[in-house]
């Protein structure tokens, strides 16, 4: 590496050359060689034939976004190393069919193959580095490419104290606050580029997405919440809870990435626990109350004894089990709303609302969809592919309110919000704790514990999907700090009647995307975009849930929004989240021609009848989550996600350790040829 951070010192490097060919960048590179001295101007020609000569025999791009052309050439008697970063990426045939971005050319004195072989191994270890990539596709100059270099040196290097992953984040200490202070010292040194790294053009495209993204589930969670709770909690307050359990979270929490906001599994916990307070013929919010603050006090006690720590006896297996479940959520829920509406007519005789509602959503979500894959178009300028693939969504909710406005003769479901900021029955904000009998404040312990498992098993999961080596963050996790929030914030939603709020999964895997720095692969006949690197911050989640609670200011605006737009919204993270999920990729092969599955790392190594009989035992417990939440017993739901870990356990009763390691590795191997999207 000593060379080639020479030749950075020397200002040996090119950045964003605007060339589209092998030849055109061979000639603009070599001629802006010969203008800093490093090679002969009488020399330049002969070089040029040497390197296109090699070129024209095979391409020297070996992957990763990389080439490496050289030659061995009379005109150097000494090694020349030249950097050079494209504006625009090229397709130069690499194997793994990314775009070519980045050059590394070498130039020798014939009799040099040996130096040349050892530069060519240390340069293809140096940009296997997806983080080296990244800096270097954003580095200004030299210095910043050099730098670049050197931290992905000491990264590779062997170090007494391995860098912070998500596996160290679940570490058991034994002592009390011990997981806690943990993360504290891991995630603080982050704390102040937690900001500064939200100050760009992709943070303020995320936050605009996920404002309607989280806006949409809250206001939808509230209406129904209203519903179940005999108004007792709506869509006021799933706003205002949102807003402020979100906004601290962003500010306290150690893991910003993660969104929190009502979920399915909550909802009906809040309705059963309504339905029960009516038939013991108990006062409803006293009886929340005082549920959500044992449950608070229980989750602090967790947070405290590093009980987070268990969740290391959790795989790839459950994660995706579950984050399977809360996309089919998604998606379901987006699809059955579009179903009522036709289902009303025989009651509204409206063909056009029902027809429109159906356009309105399919259109939110073809727009959503398409731009987020401009990253990988032929058209259009890179700057301005990756401006509509990250404000594609907003865009999508744009466009479709504007056609719904332009039809408004057409009458469309809209958001139901109040005219003005006020609980949903009129009520006081604070809950009167105390006019419940005293038996019943300590029965309420019977509940919170049940509630308890499902805010430690949703807060933990999504944390390990958000944290997983998949979605290449740098800073560390902190399980055992965000659940204490987590718990702290259960308490205080707890005191004014608010919704209780937790990890979202589908709404955190989309904000880690949203986030991410991304190059476009293809092999094994897939295309897919490979993660490089996420700003990991806390500005888009403290401005998504500042934006929230100021909708409370403009609540008769909202209604503008058609409802079936949202419903396109809801499909869009639904499916996106499906991406990267292996059990959906196994679950493709069960109707796919095997002489067309992709080159995975599992196919490569598992019998494929054992690879069907792995992706059965996960769908068979997919569906039982699935009966179990719709059933008259979804109050133990989260006891049946608990049970995941044992039914993964006996499988090893049934497959051999080699097929299990392949088939629940929680990181890719890194010679994993493709990856569905």
């Known amino acids: 590496m ?36 490093a090679i002969p101007a009488e020399s330049s020609d002969a070089v040029i034939a040497a390197l296109v000569a090699r ?17 061995y050439v009379p005109a150097c008697p000494e090694p020349v190393i030249i950097f050079v970063r494209l504006a625009r990426p090229c397709n130069l045939n690499a194997p793994d069919g990314t775009p070519t971005r980045f050059l590394f050319f070498l130039l020798g004195p014939p009799g040099s193959a040996e130096l040349h072989l050892d530069l060519l191994a240390k340069i293809a270890r140096l940009t296997a580095d997806d983080e080296f990539r990244y800096e270097a596709g954003e580095a200004r100059n030299g210095q910043d490419l050099l730098g670049a270099m050197q931290r992905s040196v000491a990264r590779s290097a062997p170090q007494v104290k391995p860098p ?25 040194p982050h704390y102040g580029s937690d900001f500064r790294d939200g100050l760009n053009a992709k943070a303020i495209g995320s936050t605009l997405f996920l404002f309607f993204a989280c806006l949409a589930p809250a206001i939808t969670f509230g209406g129904v919440m209203a519903v179940q709770t005999g108004g007792s909690i709506g869509a006021v307050e799933m706003l205002v809870g949102t807003a402020i359990c979100g906004t601290a979270y962003a500010l306290l929490s150690g893991q910003p990435l993660i969104i929190l906001g009502g979920t399915g599994p909550m909802l009906i916990f809040t309705a059963v626990l309504y339905s029960l307070c009516e038939y013991l013929k108990l006062p409803f ?35 995706e089990t579950f984050a399977a479940l809360i996309s089919i959520i998604f998606i379901y829920e987006a699809l059955h709303a579009l179903v009522v509406i036709f289902e009303d007519l025989e009651v509204k005789k409206h063909h056009d609302t029902a027809l429109l509602s159906l356009l309105l959503a399919l259109g939110t979500f073809y727009i959503a969809m398409s731009l987020s894959r401009m990253r990988r178009s032929r058209y259009l300028l890179p700057k301005l592919r990756e401006f509509l693939a990250d404000f594609g969504p907003t865009i999508a909710i744009a466009a479709m309110t504007l056609v719904a406005v332009w039809l408004r003769e057409v009458d469309l479901g809209r958001l139901a919000v109040p005219e003005r900021l006020g609980t949903t029955t009129g009520r006081p904000w604070l809950v009167p704790l105390f006019d419940l009998p005293t038996w019943a404040i300590f029965g309420a312990i019977v509940p919170a514990a049940l509630v308890t498992v499902l805010m430690y098993l949703d807060q933990n999961i999504t944390a390990r999907l958000v944290n997983s080596p998949d979605q290449k963050l740098q800073k560390g996790g902190a399980y055992h700090l ?75 605006q909202l209604k503008a ?14 499916v996106v989240s499906m991406a990267g999920n292996q059990f959906f990729e196994r679950l493709r092969l069960w109707a796919m021609d095997s002489a067309s599955y992709p080159s995975t790392h599992y196919i490569r190594r598992v019998p494929i009848w054992t690879i ?40 090893n009763r049934f497959f051999s350790a080699e097929h299990l390691e392949a088939l629940d590795a929680e990181e890719e191997p890194e010679d994993e040829a493709t990856h569905w999207t």
């Open 55 to 71: 070129e024209r025999m095979v391409s020297t791009a070996i992957g990763n976004a990389v080439a490496i052309p050289h030659a």
């Open 285 to 319: 919010l006293p009886t929340y109350g005082w549920v959500g603050i044992w449950a608070a006090l229980l989750l602090v006690i967790l947070a405290v004894t590093d009980a987070s720590a268990l969740m290391r006896f959790f795989t790839r297996f459950t994660d």
């Open 164 to 188: 912070s992953k998500p596996d160290e984040a679940l570490a058991y200490t034994g002592r009390p606050f011990g997981g806690i202070v943990a993360d504290i010292r891991r995630r603080l």
């Open 482 to 556: 965000d659940l204490a929030v987590v718990g702290l914030l259960m308490g205080f939603c707890s005191l004014f009647g608010l919704p209780w709020l937790v990890a979202a999964t589908v709404r955190s895997l989309n904000h880690v995307r949203s986030l991410a720095t991304t190059e476009e692969v293809t092999a094994g006949g897939e295309t897919r975009d490979r993660i490089l690197h996420v700003n990991e911050t806390r500005v888009t989640g403290l401005a998504i849930h500042l934006l929230i609670g100021g909708s409370l200011l403009l609540l008769s």
């Open 612 to 651: 069907h009989k792995f992706t059965a035992v996960q769908l068979a417990c997919l569906v039982v989550l699935w009966v179990v939440k719709t059933s008259a017993w979804a109050i133990v739901f989260p006891l049946f996600i608990a049970l995941n870990v044992p039914v993964r356990l006996l499988l």
């Open 2 to 37: 000593k060379l080639l951070a020479k030749a950075l010192e020397d200002k040996q490097y090119i950045l964003d050359l605007d060339a589209r060919d092998i030849e055109s960048i061979i000639r603009e590179t070599i001629q802006r060689t010969v203008a800093l001295g």
């Open 561 to 574: 929004v058609p409802l079936a737009v949202l419903y396109g919204i809801f499909l869009f993270m639904g």
